[in-house]
């Protein structure tokens, strides 16, 4: 089962206690060499309570025990 699904059907907001929600995994550049050649090796999930609206962010590399997202910055490198 994917981390996403996980979440989805575990959730209960903290701010309105809403049990809904939508997910989006967010790549974004680091600091120095990272930020100046854009290559996006931090990614997050983005969890939003579809009731209020207030987001959560996790790092999924925590939640699933591994580095993801590994070939898009590869790519990025090339591509930009």
């Given at each position: 089962?994917?981390?996403?699904?996980?979440?989805?059907?575990?959730?209960?907001?903290?701010?309105?206690?809403?049990?809904?929600?939508?997910?989006?995994?967010?790549?974004?550049?680091?600091?120095?060499?990272?930020?100046?050649?854009?290559?996006?090796?931090?990614?997050?999930?983005?969890?939003?309570?579809?009731?209020?609206?207030?987001?959560?962010?996790?790092?999924?590399?925590?939640?699933?025990?591994?580095?993801?997202?590994?070939?898009?910055?590869?790519?990025?490198v090339f591509f930009g």
């Amino acid at each position: 089962m994917r981390i996403e699904q996980m979440i989805e059907e575990r959730f209960v907001c903290s701010k309105c206690g809403g049990n809904h929600c939508q997910t989006k995994e967010v790549s974004m550049s680091g600091a120095g060499l990272s930020k100046m050649f854009d290559i996006q090796h931090n990614h997050f999930l983005f969890v939003s309570c579809t009731n209020c609206g207030y987001v959560e962010v996790f790092n999924p590399d925590i939640l699933e025990g591994k580095k993801r997202g590994q070939l898009g910055s590869i790519l990025d490198v090339f591509f930009g």
